[in-house]
């Protein structure tokens, strides 16, 4: 007889990062692209980020692999490149690997040039937007990283799904301190954390969803399924949603109408719920002394973390 399964398991970072690569070559993922996603996932727990993380591994790549909704074994395709520009079609393959190697092209040229943008189509769900963001901390640069997702939030005072959670995430190195990244959804959460509620039995906060009528729901099964996510400042204007709103549409223009890849209806979510290659993304890297020397910067960037750290606490 088979017990109950424990609400909680605890796995050594090795051992998850091993299932990771097992469960993905075995459904013909490449090693090598295995180990990025794995190394994106164990990076999500690691950050606490448990709504993308190995929780995920399952539903939102293993079983789009096997429905052939997405390609274990892409074909790459560069379409554009310049000294500061790098246009890459990922061949409907897992975004985590496309992901990192369009970075690792953005790093390169920054290094040499200054600065650089890399647009990527043809892609599919990346993860965490900071771990892209964050590899131009190896070399001293400033990173960014964006992507749309599939329609999965409605607009301000609308009941029609028209912008995905749709993250932002910049990276900046800082001498004495943590780096300063900053990554979010433009949505009030992401949809991850309708998932987790939803597993937890827990309801939503106001302001996260709405159900089928555009109506604040506090039920994540609702909100998940025939609802939607709030943008970012949640239900209305009173509270910024309009703001929210403005900047996932923002980031679906950069990366999808920008990068020449899918954008409005293409990304409207279908009724199987399985969705490939419609997902853009957009990265940027920026060398420091390109705008101004590099010590000076950091130690005004020291100063400016130091108030951040010593603004005292309400009561």
């Known amino acids: 007889m088979i017990g109950e399964a424990p609400s909680k398991i605890r ?28 190394d994106v996932l164990v990076a999500a727990d690691l950050r606490g980020v448990e709504s993308h993380g190995i929780a995920r591994l399952d539903h939102f790549y293993v079983r789009r692999i096997e429905a052939g909704v997405v390609d274990p074994r892409p074909t ?73 997702s599939t329609h999965l939030a409605v607009p301000t005072f609308g009941r029609k799904k028209t912008t995905g959670t749709n993250p932002i ?37 106001p302001g996260w969803g709405v159900d089928e009528d555009g109506r604040e729901t506090l039920d994540p099964t609702v909100a998940k399924t025939v609802g939607a996510l709030l943008p970012l400042g ?33 990304l409207d979510r279908p009724e199987t719920g399985l969705h490939g290659g419609v997902t853009g993304h957009f990265f940027g890297a920026f060398r420091i002394d390109a705008v101004r020397e590099t010590n000076a910067f950091m130690h005004d960037l020291a100063r400016e973390l130091t108030t951040f750290e010593e603004s005292a606490p309400a009561p």
């Open 11 to 38: 796995a050594h970072e090795p051992a998850e990062h091993d299932f990771i690569v097992r469960a993905l070559t075995a459904v013909n993922v490449g090693a090598s692209d295995a180990k990025d996603v794995a």
């Open 234 to 266: 949640g239900y209305g204007v009173e509270g910024g949603g309009h703001k929210g709103y403005g900047l996932g549409a923002l980031i679906e223009i950069l990366c999808g109408v920008l990068a020449g890849g899918a954008f409005g209806t293409d």
């Open 169 to 205: 995430a910049w990276a900046i190195p800082a001498n004495g301190h943590p780096p300063y990244v900053l990554d979010m959804a433009t949505t009030a959460v992401t949809y991850g954390r309708l998932e987790v509620s939803e597993r937890k039995g827990k309801q939503l906060k």
């Open 76 to 148: 790459y395709t560069t379409r554009f490149d310049g000294p500061t520009q790098f246009a890459l079609d990922a061949g409907n393959g897992l975004g985590h690997p496309a992901s990192v190697f369009a970075m690792r092209k953005t790093i390169e040229k920054a290094r040499e040039h200054g600065l650089a943008f890399t647009t990527v189509t043809n892609s599919n769900h990346y993860g965490i937007a900071a771990y892209y963001a964050m590899m131009a901390l190896e070399h001293d640069l400033i990173g960014l990283s964006m992507t749309n």
